[in-house]
């Protein structure tokens, strides 16, 4: 079955873990294109406001307070949704917390938590979200990451998440294709994003964290996901960095093992030792309502590779672009290279 999507204007997005970074940033960016909101994240204060800032600005949004590891409160996101706006067209399931340590030091209680947020509250929403979509249609995105691909030392745990996450994810769009419902399911992986998520991951280092460059905007995926609202997408990436990590691990995975084990480790240290009484929130909220996270480095605020990616059009324009440039280029240089010296 062909999935149809509506137009942003036109849909109610379902927003989880909108209290801060990508959620956040694109919750913003959908209410100024006209979509209806249901927001939810753990911290109802920060929610409160994010939800007074849209409706004041003339948008319309409401929040849910709701812890994703508990399948009864992700039921209630959908019977929000369904109680003020009839339903939803698009669920994005986007928490996420790390954990910052060599694997075999981090206690096993935080390995377990980590899983309930990032794989089983994943599963929790999709569960909620499909049995909607089912008869109503719609999209289904999955915040992944870069790091579902290929591994990187000291967030063992992390990427253990999300590669659970993109076995779970292709697998579901493989029997929702089966069954011919009408979803869309996607899955974004990000790049290092400036958000505060170096802030929110639990840190088992001496040191505070740091992202590994190259790192993006939190823009370049609201973007990629308010693209995916609209037109059925299997898989995008946010930064060409992530896609050359993905690539580099599948074709020289031992090759990337040596460049990895040289470098990243030292990436993602700081020089700033970790305060005694650090708060972080695996197990629960901290402080939201920030969409950066301060990275001291570069920030790319666009990704051509991914606004290629999702618009194909547009690379294949700068192609032809290029190719009319160059002769036109050759053509100019020519009498002079015929020139002899007198």
């Avoid at 790091?147 to 769009?173: E, M, N, W």
């Avoid at 650090?278 to 590779?305: F, N, T």
Wanted: overall charge positive; some cysteine; aromatic content about 6%.
């Amino acid at each position: 079955m062909k999935v149809k999507l509506k137009k942003l204007e036109e849909q109610v997005i379902v927003l989880t873990g909108a209290s801060s970074g990508i959620g956040l940033t694109t919750a913003r960016m959908a209410a100024r294109r006209g979509v209806r909101l249901v927001l939810s994240a753990r911290n109802g204060e920060a929610l409160s406001r994010v939800a007074d800032e849209v409706n004041a600005a003339g948008g319309e949004a409401v929040y849910v307070a709701a812890d994703i590891t508990r399948l009864e409160e992700v039921r209630r996101i959908a019977e929000a949704a369904v109680g003020r706006f009839g339903g939803f067209d698009t669920w994005v399931n986007d928490p996420a917390v790390s954990i910052y340590g060599r694997v075999l030091e981090v206690p096993l209680e935080d390995h377990r938590r980590l899983f309930e947020v990032n794989y089983w509250g994943l599963v929790h929403g999709t569960m909620v979200a499909v049995e909607h979509l089912r008869r109503r249609g719609g999209a289904l995105i999955q915040i992944g990451s870069a790091l579902s691909d290929r591994a990187i030392p000291l967030q063992g745990t992390y990427c253990a998440s999300k590669h659970a996450v993109k076995g779970f994810t292709d697998a579901l769009r493989m029997e929702l294709e089966d069954e011919g419902a009408p979803i869309s399911v996607t899955r974004i992986k990000p790049s290092s994003i400036d958000t505060p998520y170096r802030q929110h991951a639990r840190n088992h280092m001496d040191v505070e964290p740091l992202n590994p460059p190259p790192v993006y905007a939190p823009e370049t995926v609201a973007e990629a996901i308010l693209h995916c609202a609209e037109h059925p997408v299997r898989d995008v990436f946010v930064g060409a960095g992530g896609k050359f990590l993905s690539v580099a691990g599948e074709r020289a995975p031992r090759l990337t093992d040596r460049a990895m084990e040289a470098v990243i480790f030292d990436l993602q240290r700081s020089d700033r030792p970790r305060p005694a009484d650090r708060k972080d929130s695996l197990y629960a909220p901290s402080d939201d309502g920030e969409e950066r996270g301060g990275y001291p480095g570069y920030v790319a605020e666009s990704s051509l590779y991914t606004k290629a990616s999702l618009r194909p059009w547009l690379a294949g324009a700068a192609v032809v672009g290029a190719g009319r440039v160059v002769p036109a280029r050759q053509r100019r240089r020519r009498p002079r290279a015929t020139q002899v010296p007198a």
